[in-house]
């Protein structure tokens, strides 16, 4: 018996689900079709690649040792594919993106809409999760990341820097005063980000030595995984909160927060958009982060210089 390419790539799938109906629903199969491919697969490679119960599916030894080996041989093998079929005919085939939940919903959904009208050929997928995602382990072709990068493997383009402003609710500076420098503002009740270290993200430019920031040790009473959540609950007045503009630009346009020590600078974020390496980027993960960079813009397009002054680096 000879292996099937599709055996390969269902494998790779149940290896990243790690359920066969996962991947029966993903891949718009029957869970026979799914349990067939597996079996084949085992027979052809003479070995057990998970251990079958009732309720519970494990991938052997086996199965972990060869994904490591296959699945970037399988992406070079797709992505070069890709590349010939790319020299004579219009972007095609399948496109996997990850990005953060909130810059996905507020932005990021409707530039992708854009770009699959121009696309009709090629299929997309999107995952919106605020935690980091590996790429290469999920099989993406692309994923935003907002901040600093921490996986050096990757390759990265910049889409834009986007600034950070303190603010919270009139009614909470009402009540409770506004700081009126950085000493004063661990004093002042704040909504923390979960996903990143409190000493990281209260983080402000230092004129006299730009290369040592400024760092501010806030003691968040609530803390929240989602940006958009943080910003609703300043808006009822809960505390200070450090936002990027791409989520705090209407609520500060509407008034319903306001903009706290403006003359403070909060280390900026850059968004980029990173993707695995390899010897040949493909058309179509060449065009979408063409396309993200024209959309956005830098200054991107929410930016709001009327309220703050711009502030890019």
């Known amino acids: 018996m000879k292996w099937r390419f599709d055996d390969l790539l269902t494998f790779l799938d149940v290896m990243e689900t790690g359920s066969i109906t996962a991947t029966a629903a993903r891949l718009n199969l029957s869970k026979s079709v799914v349990s067939k491919r597996i079996t084949d697969l085992e027979?052809?490679?003479?070995?057990?690649l998970f251990q079958r119960s009732p309720r519970k599916l494990t991938a052997s030894d086996n199965a972990l040792d060869f994904v490591e080996r296959i699945r970037p041989l399988v992406r070079e093998i797709t992505e070069t594919a890709d590349t010939v079929g790319e020299r004579h005919s219009a972007i095609r085939g399948n496109l996997?993106?990850?990005?953060?939940m909130t810059f996905g919903t507020l932005y990021l959904g409707r530039m992708i809409a854009d770009f699959a009208r121009q696309y009709?050929?090629?299929?997309i997928a999107v995952e919106f999760e605020d935690r980091m995602v590996d790429l290469v382990r999920g099989g993406y072709?692309?994923?935003?990341?907002?901040?600093?990068?921490?996986?050096?493997?990757?390759?990265?383009?910049?889409?834009?820097?986007?600034?950070?402003?303190?603010?919270?609710?009139p009614d909470f500076a009402a009540t409770n005063g506004l700081p009126r420098n950085l000493e004063e503002l661990s004093g002042f009740a704040c909504i923390d980000y979960s996903n990143v270290n409190t000493s990281q993200l209260w983080q402000f430019e230092n004129l006299a030595s730009p290369a040592e920031p400024i760092s501010v040790a806030m003691h968040?009473?609530?803390?929240a995984n989602n940006g958009e959540a943080m910003r609703d609950m300043a808006i009822a007045g809960l505390g200070l909160v450090l936002l990027p503009m791409f989520i705090a630009a209407d609520a500060?346009?509407?008034?319903?927060?306001?903009?706290?020590?403006?003359?403070?600078?909060?280390?900026?974020y850059k968004i980029y958009a990173v993707y695995p390496p390899t010897r040949h980027v493909s058309a179509k993960v060449r065009a979408f982060i063409d396309h993200l960079v024209r959309h956005i813009g830098d200054p991107p397009i929410w930016q709001m210089s009327d309220v703050l002054g711009t502030r890019n680096a």
């Open 252 to 268: 500060l346009r509407a008034g319903t927060l306001i903009a706290v020590l403006t003359e403070a600078r909060p280390l900026p």
């Open 220 to 223: 968040g009473r609530i803390v």
């Open 120 to 123: 009709p050929d090629l299929e």
């Open 43 to 48: 027979g052809a490679l003479g070995i057990e």
């Open 141 to 169: 072709d692309v994923g935003i990341r907002i901040g600093i990068l921490r996986d050096s493997s990757l390759i990265a383009r910049k889409l834009c820097t986007d600034a950070r402003v303190i603010c919270c609710s």
């Open 96 to 100: 996997r993106i990850a990005a953060p």
